[in-house]
């Protein structure tokens, strides 16, 4: 079982910046594969970026450049530095955690606003 918790979110100006963090707990030994995903209304949730445990990224076409995915082991902690964001990364970001088996867990979500 793993369990995460968002933090960091909040209201932004267009090309201001932000710093998600994802804490984990519970089995965090098994944990692989930690994202971010963001939901806008009406729309479906997305992949932000993500990284491995050995520190592998991914991220969307439209967050490159402008978003780095980080990763403390140490801390268990999963991190999302939003750059020059854009009134459109508007939504809420989950945080995800896959283990090894493949099992998912995420967390509650925290709101990001950028105003224009």
């Known amino acids: 079982q793993v369990q995460l918790v968002e933090s960091g979110g909040g209201l932004v100006q267009a090309g201001g910046s932000l710093r998600l963090s994802c804490a984990a707990s519970?089995?965090?030994?098994?944990?692989?594969?930690m994202g971010w995903y963001r939901q806008a209304p009406g729309k479906q949730r997305e992949l932000v970026a993500s990284i491995t445990r050995g520190g592998m990224t991914n991220y969307a076409d439209s967050v490159k450049g402008r978003f780095t995915v980080a990763r403390d082991n140490a801390k268990n902690t999963v991190y999302l530095q939003m750059n020059s964001l854009k009134p459109e990364d508007t939504a809420v970001y989950y945080c995800k955690a896959v283990q090894f088996t493949g099992t998912t867990y995420w967390g509650q979500g925290t709101q990001v606003t950028v105003s224009s």
């Open positions: 519970g089995s965090i030994f098994s944990i692989n594969i």
